[in-house]
C-alpha cells in the first residue's frame, strides 16, 4: 500500500532558526495536505498542493509540491514558539482517505 | 465556523468491553471518516463513509469495528470486544466531498483500556 514518510522525525531549533521537513510518497500523489498537530490536540489543516511544482505561502510557511508528485517539503522561517507541534503531510484528499506521513515533531527554545 | 464534535474527550474501558465512540460531522459534509493515532505515531486511516456505506476500510478495521449513522447527525465507531491496543486517540473527520475540500477533524476521544 502507499506509504508516506518524513525526514527528519525530529527537530530541535533556536527560536529564530529556519525549519525544514521533508515528505516522500511510495507512489504518485493526485494532491498533498499539510497539517498541524500541537501537543495533546488534533489535526489542523494547513493547505494543499495540486499541481506538479506548486509553491504555496502562508506568512512564514512555504510549501512545495515535487515536479513528479512524489515529494513535498514545507520550510517555516524564522520560527517562533507558537510553531512548536507535530507537522505530518497527507497523501490524497477531498472524498478519499487520508494517507499521513510519519510527522516531524518541531521543538523551538526559546 | 462549524466543527467536527466528537464524545467522550475520554473513554476508560476494561478489555473485553465494547465502546461505542460519537461523532457529529459538519452538517453539510457527505463523508465521514474515523481514524487513530495511538501515542507517538501517526494518525491511521480505519474508515470512510458515504451514503450510509463504508466506502472503504483498512487492515485495521477488523471485525472488531463497525460504524453507523444511526440518525441524521450522528456517526459512530463501535469496538466490540476492546484489547489493550485498541488504546488510542480516535479522529472523527468529514467532508463534503467537493474537489480539494479538505477534511475537517474533531478534537478526538482518548480511549484507554485497562
Known amino acids: 500500500g502507499q506509504q508516506v514518510m518524513q525526514i527528519p522525525q525530529y527537530q530541535h531549533v533556536q527560536e529564530g532558526e529556519d525549519f525544514t521537513t521533508y515528505c516522500n510518497s511510495s507512489?504518485?500523489?493526485?494532491?498533498i495536505q499539510w497539517y498541524k498537530q500541537r501537543p495533546g490536540g488534533h489535526p489542523v489543516f494547513l493547505i494543499q498542493?495540486?499541481?506538479?511544482?506548486e509553491v504555496k505561502k502562508q506568512k512564514r510557511l512555504t510549501f512545495q509540491f515535487g515536479e513528479a508528485k512524489k515529494n513535498s517539503s514545507l520550510h517555516i522561517t524564522a520560527t517562533q514558539t507558537t510553531d512548536v507541534g507535530t507537522y505530518f503531510c497527507?497523501?490524497?484528499?477531498?472524498?478519499?482517505?487520508?494517507?499521513f506521513g510519519t510527522g516531524t515533531k518541531l521543538q523551538v527554545i526559546p | 465556523e462549524p466543527e467536527v464534535t466528537q464524545t467522550p474527550s475520554h473513554q476508560v474501558t476494561q478489555m473485553g468491553q465494547e465502546v461505542i465512540l460519537r461523532c457529529v460531522p459538519i452538517?453539510?459534509?457527505?463523508?465521514f471518516y474515523w481514524y487513530r493515532q495511538i501515542l507517538g505515531q501517526k494518525v491511521e486511516f480505519l474508515v470512510s463513509?458515504?451514503?450510509?456505506?463504508?466506502?472503504?476500510k483498512s487492515e485495521i478495521f477488523d471485525d472488531q469495528f463497525s460504524v453507523e449513522r444511526p440518525d441524521g447527525s450522528n456517526f459512530t465507531l463501535k469496538i466490540r470486544s476492546t484489547k489493550l491496543e485498541d488504546s488510542a486517540m480516535y479522529f472523527c473527520?468529514?467532508?463534503?466531498?467537493?474537489?480539494?475540500?479538505?477534511?475537517?477533524f474533531g478534537d478526538g476521544t482518548r480511549l484507554s483500556i485497562l
Open positions: 473527520a468529514s467532508t463534503t466531498g467537493v474537489s480539494n475540500q479538505p477534511q475537517h
Open positions: 507512489t504518485t500523489l493526485s494532491n
Open positions: 498542493l495540486v499541481k506538479s511544482g
Open positions: 497527507a497523501g490524497s484528499g477531498g472524498y478519499q482517505k487520508v494517507t
Open positions: 452538517s453539510n459534509h457527505l463523508y
Open positions: 463513509f458515504y451514503n450510509n456505506e463504508i466506502s472503504e
